[in-house]
């Protein structure tokens, strides 16, 4: 790696950090415990389509460490572990097949939710918290594309500088 990578990889990721407090201040948008747009996932996205896995990967990585020290507590960051390894595998999956950013965005959206839920009906040992499955791909799905869409334009912008 780079100098030059380093400093792209330490801007995406204060990128994501300043994007996850921005997140935390932000008033619920729906009554589901825990559910947030998913903001700091435009810089992981965006590592992915331009950068490659690895970067990406250390992007997230970074962000879930950073986000859970400064705006939560231990739980959150098992949720968002569990979540964030979860959609990243799930947007790689979609990279791989040729997907758009979008369908990316989209998988990584559903997948994270997912990851969570699981990590919840774990940490609870109480599986009534499926319940919230349905709602939560609705809104994986729509958040993930709302972050697709950030990052297609992000991607046609800024390309160009990584």
């Not at 609705?138 to 800024?158: D, Y």
Request: proline share 3%.
């Amino acid at each position: 790696m780079n100098t030059k990578m380093i400093a792209r990889a330490g801007l995406l990721c204060a990128f994501a950090a300043v994007l996850g407090y921005i997140e935390s201040l932000l008033p619920p948008f729906v009554p589901i415990a825990g559910f947030k747009i998913g903001l700091s996932n435009i810089p992981v996205l965006f590592a992915l389509s331009v950068c490659g896995k690895k970067q990406a990967f250390f992007i997230m990585i970074a962000k879930i460490l950073v986000t859970a020290l400064w705006f939560s507590g231990f739980f959150a960051l098992i949720y968002s572990l569990s979540g964030g390894i979860l959609a990243f595998l799930a947007m790689c999956a979609a990279k791989k097949l040729k997907m758009s950013v979008f369908g990316a965005g989209m998988c990584g959206g559903v997948f994270h939710n997912i990851g969570q839920l699981a990590a919840a009906g774990i940490i609870l040992d109480n599986i009534n918290v499926l319940y919230l499955a349905p709602a939560l791909i609705i809104l994986g799905l729509a958040a993930g594309f709302f972050v697709g869409a950030v990052v297609k334009l992000l991607v046609l912008r800024l390309s160009h500088l990584f």
